[in-house]
């Protein structure tokens, strides 16, 4: 249970824009680096390995490999310096952390493709239920 005091004071800091990404997708996240009094904006582009957090404590973890090197940076989801999180690339996993990756090495990183179907696009979820249950069963004299 969180403490409605806490969330009272958090509530004007959170984005009401937050991106809407997933554990596996590949994403650019743009950053805004000030330096001495210019601004610009950065791209940081990889595999987001894990989300955790709450609230305004929402982090995620983003890694790619620079140089043969793996680098993983860990961004706050409501950070006024992330100007942006565009998805470049849905990925299908099956866990909600990803280390396992910082073992691969090449292609081995790599993960499946999320696709959406013509027919998830074209029903609604609630027809899809329906449609899914088993015909009723018809007694022969």
Do not use: C, W
């Amino acid at each position: 249970m969180t403490n409605q005091i806490i969330e009272a004071i958090e509530k004007p800091h959170l984005k009401s824009d937050v991106p809407q990404f997933e554990v596996g997708d590949t994403v650019d996240v743009h950053t805004r680096i000030i330096e001495g009094d210019k601004e610009r904006i950065q791209v940081f582009s990889g595999t987001v390995l894990m989300r955790k957090g709450h609230g305004i404590n929402e982090t995620f973890t983003v890694r790619r490999i620079v140089n043969n090197e793996g680098v993983e940076r860990i961004f706050p989801v409501h950070s006024p310096f992330i100007a942006k999180v565009v998805v470049r690339r849905g990925g299908r996993t099956r866990r909600a952390k990803l280390f396992y990756l910082r073992d691969r090495v090449g292609k081995a990183v790599r993960l499946g493709e999320k696709h959406k179907g013509k027919r998830d696009e074209a029903q609604p979820a609630a027809q899809r239920v329906s449609n899914a249950t088993a015909p009723e069963l018809v007694a022969t004299p």
